[in-house]
C-alpha cells in the first residue's frame, strides 16, 4: 500500500513563505528602494547622481524609480530631477504621530522657546548617536545645521551628553572613542573633543548637577545647554537642549539657563509618568 505523502503543517508552509519573502533579489531591490529616498532626500536628484551613488546601471535604476513614482514615494518633475513624494509626508507625519514623547514634550518645549529666545531641541538615543525628534527654531534669526531626523554624535552635542548622563562610564568612553573616530573619518568641520581625561572629568560634575554643557564640540560658534528625561521606570529615555550662538550664551548665561533646562525636562519626565527625579550616580 502506497503511503500518501504528509502534507506541510502549518510550521513547514510558514518557513517556505518566509524563505521565498526573504529571497536575495526581493531584499535587494528593497534596499535599492529605500537607499534611492535616502539620497533623493539628501539633495541627489538627477538620474546620473543616483546611478552613481547607487552603483547601478541606468536601466535598472529606471525601473526602481518608476515604481517608487508610481506607488508616490516619489515625484518626479520635468528638467529638475526627483523629489521625495507625498506618500513619505504622510508616513513622516503619522511617524511623529506615533511617538508619545514628542506629542507629551511639545507644549514644555513651546514655553521653553518662548521663555529664552533661542532654538530648543528634543531628542532620542539611537546607538552611539542622537536622533533629533523636534526643533524649534529661537527668534534671534539664527539657524544651526540640526533638523528634525537628523542623528549626531552623543558625545559631542549637548542633547547627547544628557542622554549619556543614564549611563555607565564604560560606555561613555566607547561614545566619546566613536565621535573622536567619525570626526577622523569624515574630516567634518567642527572642534576637536577636550582630551579624555578632562571629558571624563567634566562629565561626572554634569553627572552630579544634573544638566550638561556644550561648548562649540558640536558645531561652530554653538553653545548648548541639555538635560535628561526620564521614564516611569527612572531611565533616560530622551534629552532636551538649548542652543545659540556663543555671543549670546556666553558661560554665564548657560549657568543661569541650566535650572531652567533641567526644570523643562523634569517636566517632561512627570508627563511621561516618571516620579521624583532619580538619584544620581
Not at 513563505?17 to 534596499?31: D, F, H
Not at 544638566?211 to 531611565?235: K, Q, T
Request: hydrophobic share 40%.
Amino acid at each position: 500500500m502506497s503511503r500518501q505523502p504528509a502534507k506541510p503543517g502549518p510550521l513547514e508552509i510558514d518557513d517556505a513563505e518566509e524563505a521565498g519573502r526573504k529571497s536575495p533579489s526581493g531584499v535587494q531591490t528593497l534596499l535599492r528602494g529605500l537607499t534611492l529616498l535616502e539620497l533623493v532626500g539628501h539633495g541627489v536628484h538627477d538620474v546620473k547622481g543616483l546611478s552613481e551613488r547607487l552603483g547601478v546601471p541606468r536601466s535598472t535604476l529606471h525601473r526602481v524609480l518608476s515604481n517608487l513614482v508610481a506607488e508616490g514615494y516619489l515625484h518626479h518633475v520635468p528638467y529638475q530631477g526627483y523629489t521625495l513624494g507625498y506618500k513619505l509626508i504622510y508616513l513622516g507625519t503619522r511617524a511623529r504621530e506615533q511617538r508619545p514623547l514628542t506629542q507629551l514634550a511639545r507644549p514644555f518645549l513651546e514655553k521653553l522657546a518662548e521663555f529664552c529666545g533661542d532654538t530648543v531641541h528634543l531628542g532620542q538615543g539611537e546607538g552611539a548617536q542622537v536622533l533629533y525628534l523636534d526643533k524649534l527654531s529661537g527668534g534671534r534669526g539664527l539657524e544651526m545645521r540640526s533638523r528634525i531626523g537628523q542623528r549626531m554624535p552623543l558625545a559631542s552635542t549637548g542633547v547627547g551628553r544628557a542622554l549619556m548622563l543614564g549611563m555607565p562610564e564604560a560606555r561613555w568612553r566607547e561614545l566619546y572613542d566613536e565621535a573622536v573616530a567619525l570626526k577622523e573619518r569624515t574630516g567634518l568641520d567642527k572642534p576637536d573633543l577636550p582630551p579624555w581625561p578632562d571629558y571624563l572629568a567634566t562629565m561626572r560634575d554634569y553627572r552630579q548637577r544634573g544638566w550638561v554643557m556644550d561648548f562649540e564640540e558640536n558645531e561652530v560658534g554653538i553653545h548648548c545647554v541639555g538635560a535628561p528625561i526620564y521614564d516611569v521606570n527612572g531611565e533616560v529615555i530622551a534629552a532636551v537642549s538649548v542652543a545659540s550662538a556663543n555671543f549670546h550664551m556666553p558661560e554665564k548665561r548657560m549657568l543661569e539657563l541650566a535650572p531652567l533646562v533641567a526644570a523643562t525636562a523634569r517636566s517632561i519626565s512627570e508627563a511621561m509618568g516618571a516620579g521624583a527625579e532619580p538619584e544620581r550616580r
